[in-house]
């Protein structure tokens, strides 16, 4: 038995406790602290509930001193702490204990992107101050999660043997997830879902277009569930049939197979479908917000995403819609045999075109803002490492990192000729769907706004000659020629008896 642990984790709520464990199965001994005496003494004795023979390898601790003498340097320490105050919180506890500047303080929770680049600059001399982003939920961090890290490279150089040994695996082959499900399990084989994302903030920026996604991704299984439902009246058992016959198909993914599961699930009260006791409100913790946030501030397009954080927030004024809903008038839905039939095909191409359409704005958007912020992302690598582990892991993100591996400098992903000659072949059914939805008042903004995005970048002449017509009419804000060389400027003088137009620059 070594002396020295390998690694401390801080933070032993459900996401740090999995990923010591998951460290553990690795052979890595684990030093852990969390200011909850009880969440540590839990995690060393599931530790050696699970493998009796892992006696020592999840070590206890109860102060940083203590950690931290017992870690091997350079030391490595995982923080699982909530984003935001609590992560310097934790920060400056360890810079009182001792830590050293060639340590590694590794953040693996939902940071905001911009406050991890500040904590690198402010910790440096203290600390290394890591980030590494986690995707997978409770599960993932038990069995595999996909991981995103990033900052200083050399750091990386320390934390990648630990980051390849836990991270989710998928066959290089097939590109098909390598599961494991057992603690004490190990997994040598396959392809790590985690690679070396680039500097400080990139990673977290890359798990919060993540999340981004992973919203519009859920909203329009959601909308194809309330068509199914609302629309063709179809029972949540036989909502769950279609689904699991989709996920056989291209729209194979996690959060397709789990929204069957939970459409079975029948309430343990009442014995109805659990789905209609849920109450329709739902919650967000922010990266999705943050992503339609930064779209905006990028002037990036992610219409799809935005409208997914809309959707929840529509949600949640349940009041206010229950009373409108007695007030606003709409068709009543009617849906012929024809179309109905139509409908259930129709929907798997429209979810199919839309989540493309959803995947390739959240790629635009990371492509962006790394343009902005000079970092070299591998948008084939980062696709790859989404196949596995992820909440948005499908086989479709095999398709994403073959379009970038074939064209790494892809302005968007509708520019690969595979998903463009998808989506123009399956556009009719896509376009039918969104119509039946409008005809019959069925709210499907995730659906549409994909449609519209699609719509949009196919359009080779935007009504936004107009609008810099009417911005250049009350503001003088000035428009270009379409027969003049671009960047020069042009002004008419509405106000003018005569009217006549000025070049300004
Ligand atoms: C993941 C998830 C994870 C978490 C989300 C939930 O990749 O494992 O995205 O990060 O479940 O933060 O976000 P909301 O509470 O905002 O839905």
Not at 105 to 111: E, K, Q, Y
Request: proline share 4%; with cysteine; glycine share 10%.
């Amino acid at each position: 038995m070594k002396n020295f642990a390998d690694i401390g984790v801080i933070g032993l709520g459900v996401m740090g406790k999995n990923l010591a464990l998951n460290i553990v199965d690795n052979g890595y001994k684990v030093a852990a602290f969390d200011l909850d005496a009880e969440k540590v003494s839990a995690a060393e004795q599931q530790a050696l509930n699970e493998v009796p023979a892992r006696e020592q390898m999840l070590q206890g601790h109860d102060s940083m001193q203590g950690l931290l003498q017992s870690l091997s340097k350079p030391r490595l320490l995982l923080l699982s702490v909530p984003a935001g105050k609590p992560v310097d919180g934790v920060c400056q506890a360890l810079i009182e204990a001792g830590i050293e500047a060639d340590d590694i303080v590794i953040d693996t929770g939902n940071s905001l992107w911009t406050d991890t680049i500040a904590r690198e600059q402010h910790y440096r001399g203290q600390f290394v101050f890591f980030s590494s982003a986690v995707s997978g939920g409770e599960v993932g961090a038990r069995f595999g999660p996909s991981l995103m890290p990033s900052g200083d490279r050399a750091a990386w150089d320390h934390i990648a043997p630990i980051w390849q040994a836990i991270a989710a695996k998928v066959d290089s082959h097939s590109g098909q997830p390598l599961e494991r499900s057992q603690p004490g399990e190990i997994n040598t084989a396959g392809e790590p879902c985690t690679t070396y994302i680039g500097p400080a903030g990139s990673g977290h920026y890359v798990k919060m277009v993540h999340n981004g996604i992973e919203y519009a991704d859920m909203q329009l299984i959601c909308e194809a569930y309330q068509i199914l439902h609302q629309g063709l009246g179809l029972a949540e058992n036989e909502i769950a049939a279609v689904f699991e016959r989709w996920n056989q198909g291209e729209l194979n993914s996690y959060l397709m197979e789990i929204s069957a599961e939970v459409l079975r699930q029948h309430d343990p009260l009442t014995g109805k479908p659990l789905v209609s006791m849920i109450l329709d409100k739902a919650g967000q913790k922010g990266t999705g917000l943050w992503t339609a946030v930064s779209s905006l501030q990028m002037g990036c397009p992610a219409p799809t995403i935005a409208e997914a954080v809309y959707a929840r927030a529509m949600s949640t004024q349940k009041g206010l819609r229950m009373q409108l809903s007695g007030q606003l008038a709409g068709p009543e839905i009617q849906v012929d045999d024809v179309t109905r039939s139509e409908l259930i095909d129709g929907l798997e191409a429209a979810l199919y075109c839309a989540k493309v359409s959803a995947y390739a704005q959240g790629f635009q958007l990371m492509a962006m803002t790394a343009k902005e912020q000079g970092w070299q992302l591998d948008f084939a690598a980062i696709a790859r490492i989404w196949r596995a582990g992820c909440i948005i892991r499908a086989g479709f993100l095999q398709t994403i990192t073959d379009a970038y591996h074939a064209a790494p400098a892809l302005d968007n992903l509708l520019q690969d000729k595979h998903f463009a000659d998808a989506l123009s072949q399956q556009q009719p059914k896509w376009r039918k769907v969104v119509a039946v939805a409008v005809l019959n008042g069925i709210s499907v903004p995730c659906i549409s706004s994909a449609l519209a995005y699609y719509d949009g970048f196919r359009t080779k002449v935007l009504p936004a000659n107009l609008l810099q017509g009417q911005r250049d009419f009350f503001g003088a804000h000035t428009f270009e020629r379409t027969d003049k060389p671009t960047g020069e400027k042009y002004h008419l003088n509405w106000s003018l008896p005569q009217r006549s137009l000025i070049k300004v620059g």
